[in-house]
């Protein structure tokens, strides 16, 4: 899945030949159906560990957000047509978060407002709690509207570093509400692999019919500069100017816009370019 791949930094182990095997059109998207559903979608469920350790894997995940974006704008489905993309956000962990919800949070509902999701990735924070994948993978069904076209692609990517088991919520029974709902679970284990497999990080992936990956969550991303990232940047600047604000919202889209822009190029120059 070159999606996990660039959402986790491109580093993770014994994945190397998965860019390979990607081809846009082959996110197997049907355009045969009985029946005239609406334009097909991806949806991405995010489901983050923002528990104490898990500061790199934010950061990682802010700086590939727009890594994805940029893939899917060469993606097809069957029919040759280009799919929305739609993404919701959980931060699971967290002991600020309530203990009674299980440390889990939804931040955002499926959007495909890239604002509003760079906006709600900056806004994670980390502190130290208990992790229940379980737990969060049921909530994220429960919760989201997954919708009932049967050509649409809808995965979860769950990431975070402690045992798969814990908590209350059996994994495997949530996997099995997934693959009903025909969710694709791949699991991201921020650690070494081997341990991400004695801890059933594997299985809960397995168990769908997803993949299964590990990272060294604090590996720095690497991004290579290029002569023309300053052009790039100044353009987009010239660009966001000849932009006019309409309606009840747009004064408030275009600052948001402006501050993510801001949050970007705090992060790194090349972030703004692939902006």
Request: with cysteine; hydrophobic share 35%; aromatic share 8%.
């Amino acid at each position: 899945m070159l999606l996990a791949i660039l959402f986790i930094g491109k580093s993770f182990a014994h994945h190397e030949v998965l860019p390979k095997q990607f081809d846009t059109p082959a996110l197997q998207i049907s355009s045969e159906s009985k029946k005239p559903y609406k334009r097909q979608t991806v949806k991405i469920a995010l489901l983050l560990d923002t528990s104490n350790s898990m500061d790199g894997l934010i950061n990682q995940a802010k700086s590939q957000l727009w890594d994805i974006v940029n893939q899917f704008a060469f993606a097809r489905c069957g029919d040759k047509s280009r799919p929305d993309l739609q993404i919701a956000l959980y931060q699971y962990g967290n002991d600020d978060l309530s203990a009674r919800e299980g440390y889990i949070q939804q931040v955002l509902g499926f959007s495909s407002d890239l604002d509003k999701i760079s906006e709600k990735l900056f806004s994670l924070t980390t502190n130290g709690g208990e992790e229940y994948c379980g737990h969060v993978i049921h909530k994220s069904l429960k919760q989201l509207d997954w919708g009932k076209n049967p050509d649409d692609l809808k995965m979860i990517f769950i990431a975070g570093n402690e045992p798969f088991t814990q908590g209350s919520k059996n994994f495997r029974d949530s996997a099995v509400n997934a693959k009903e709902k025909d969710i694709i679970i791949n699991t991201i284990f921020c650690g070494n692999y081997a341990e991400g497999v004695n801890t059933r990080w594997q299985e809960g992936a397995m168990l769908t019919g997803g993949e299964y990956m590990a990272i060294d969550h604090n590996r720095q991303v690497v991004h290579i500069k290029t002569p023309y990232d300053d052009i790039i940047i100044k353009l987009n600047t010239r660009l966001n100017n000849t932009y006019v604000s309409y309606g009840p919202k747009g004064a408030s889209r275009r600052a948001l816009q402006e501050v993510q822009d801001q949050e970007a190029m705090a992060l790194e120059e090349v972030v703004v370019v692939k902006r």
